[in-house]
């Protein structure tokens, strides 16, 4: 008989309520997933849909007191939503990697931009500095900012957007996560060089094996990216399938629209 391997990330019946009106207010109802090792799974759907806060939770950065979170989220079988902070901190940066729509807000103005891509090995590895930097001069080269040495020594605010994006892509993925959560990573870009993150990522995943969960309202990006894909309305999964099927055969009326929003131009 086979051996059936569990999923790297599986999400049951995930629910997020914000306590900090007087009403609660559930923004995520019910939502599922299942990631294996290696897959590259989107989660589309316009403003306001839930993506981000699904996102966040699955990265464990939602902790506030006035919010409650349900059901499950089982990295390799642990679940994130109950287990000890500090066996949350030792996977995030290390096991999971995350980059976010605006590195300018994650990323720290007032260090160089090799602190900031070395950060996850210093936290969490005991690799001396000389071949840390080694290792973030190499990353920095593979993310495509040939000027590695230059880039290293520089600050946030030196660096195009775009630049930016790569230089936290390269602090994302130092540790080699098995797990990449990209939240709308190429939407503050511009088309030609989010086409270029896109086809980072693919080479990341290639590589590494790493699995990504990109988040994005932008349906054209993700089918282009994705194996499969989930899209979300007013904090529901409305409609899940392969990029293909979606893309080709969508049945919700609410997927038609996105796909109907895309320019012709940049239609598959
Ligand atoms: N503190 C809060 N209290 C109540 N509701 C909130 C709070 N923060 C966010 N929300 C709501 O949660 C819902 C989901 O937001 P989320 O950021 O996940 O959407 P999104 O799909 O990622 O959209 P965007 O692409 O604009 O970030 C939204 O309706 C938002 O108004």
């Given amino acids: 008989m086979m051996d059936k391997k569990s999923p ?11 306590h900090d ?20 799974v989107g989660i589309v759907g316009e403003s306001g849909s839930g993506k981000s806060m699904t996102a966040l939770a699955i990265a464990g950065l939602l902790s506030r007191h006035d919010m409650e979170k349900k059901g499950q989220i089982l990295y390799e079988g642990m679940d994130l939503l109950s287990c000890p902070r500090a066996q949350l901190r030792k996977l995030q940066g290390k096991e999971i990697g995350m980059v976010f729509q605006e590195p300018m807000t994650s990323l720290n103005p007032v260090k160089k931009i090799g602190w900031q891509v070395e950060e996850s090995l210093r936290l969490h590895t005991q690799i001396p500095k000389e071949e840390r930097k080694e290792t973030a ?32 892509l390269a602090a994302a993925i130092i540790c080699e996560p ?21 086809k980072l990522l693919k080479k990341i995943n290639e590589q590494k094996k790493t699995a990504i969960l990109f988040i994005s309202h932008d349906l054209s990006l993700v089918s282009r990216l994705c194996e ?5 309305q007013g904090g529901y999964i409305v ?10 055969n969508p049945k919700e009326e609410y997927t038609k629209k996105l796909i109907a929003a895309i320019p012709k131009c940049v239609r598959k």
Avoid: C
Avoid at 21 to 40: Q, W
């Fill in 239 to 248: 409609e899940t399938g392969s990029s293909e099927e979606i893309f080709e």
């Fill in 21 to 40: 009106h007087l009403v609660p207010e559930t923004v995520v109802y019910d939502f599922d997933l299942t990631l294996n090792e290696g897959e590259i």
């Fill in 178 to 198: 098995k797990l990449l959560i990209a939240d709308e990573p190429t939407t503050a870009l511009d088309v030609t060089i989010q086409a270029q993150i896109v």
């Fill in 137 to 168: 001069l190499s990353l920095l080269k593979s993310v495509e900012l040939t000027e590695a040495e230059k880039v290293y020594k520089m600050y946030p605010h030196e660096l195009s957007g775009g630049m930016r994006q790569r230089a936290m």
């Fill in 228 to 232: 499969r894909v989930i899209v979300m």
């Fill in 8 to 18: 790297l990330l599986e999400v049951i019946g995930l629910n997020i309520e914000f």
